[in-house]
């Protein structure tokens, strides 16, 4: 079966830096998403990696290593603003998307 | 990035009645759209798949015909919940490609309450 497995919940201090990790089981792979999602609100898109590496954008950056199915988002410098549930999605060989159950992000002051 | 609207943002209907949403890409043709429902402090679950002018794919366990969802046009998608209970309410959340390679922009969301 397609699996996607990703911590259920963080802490982290404003100001420093927290890792999300997220590991998956696919038919076949087509790229890897990473969303952001206040409570209460729509996903918002994060990043996309289909090749392995790293992609840094801005405080945000998120890795692939795709022979170990393996993907972590990165974030630096937190802010209050930060805390949310973030998703990891895969699409799979038929492009669909796959969805972790998300973590939930607290940051503490 | 790309906007897609979702209408209306909340609704509060009667039990027995139907309700219906919209989702609209604005500035990009959608050849895929998706809805999700998400209960309080879950994570998104897919209800049903549509392509541009064919019948929508449901997930397993999902009603076709309580909700029903037509995607007559490159830039709409309708979800109907017929006969609303109040276990539908939920958070209906609707996503929209334009390709089968890229990502899918999220509408702001629909918030159902069936009282």
């Known amino acids: 079966g397609q699996n996607i497995d990703q911590p259920t919940e963080m802490t982290a201090t404003e100001g420093a830096i927290v890792q999300i990790n997220c590991t998956y089981q696919t038919s076949g792979f087509n790229g890897l998403f990473w969303y952001q999602q206040h409570a209460g609100e729509a996903p918002t898109f994060l990043s996309y990696?289909?090749l392995d590496g790293l992609e840094e954008k801005g405080r945000f950056s998120s890795f692939l290593s795709r022979s170990k199915g393996y993907s972590y988002l990165l974030l630096k410098e937190l802010q209050m603003k930060d805390s949310a549930s973030y998703l990891c999605a895969v699409m799979d060989s038929n492009y669909q998307l796959i969805w972790g159950a998300g973590t939930k992000l607290i940051i503490k002051p | 990035g790309a906007v897609v609207s979702q209408h209306p943002s909340w609704v509060i209907c009667k039990s027995g009645t139907s309700v219906k949403i919209e989702c609209r890409s604005l500035?990009?043709?959608?050849?895929?759209m998706f809805w999700y429902r998400q209960f309080p402090k879950q994570s998104l679950m897919l209800m049903a798949t549509s392509n541009e002018g064919s019948k929508a794919t449901y997930e397993q366990g999902v009603e076709k015909d309580k909700f029903l969802i037509n995607h007559a046009s490159l830039t709409l998608s309708t979800l109907t919940v017929t006969s609303a209970h109040p276990e539908d309410s939920s958070f209906y959340i609707c996503?929209?490609?334009?390709?089968?390679?890229?990502?899918?922009?999220f509408g702001q969301g629909t918030r159902l309450t069936v009282v």
């Open positions: 990696n289909v």
């Open positions: 996503s929209a490609r334009a390709g089968t390679d890229t990502e899918a922009f």
């Open positions: 500035d990009f043709q959608a050849t895929t």
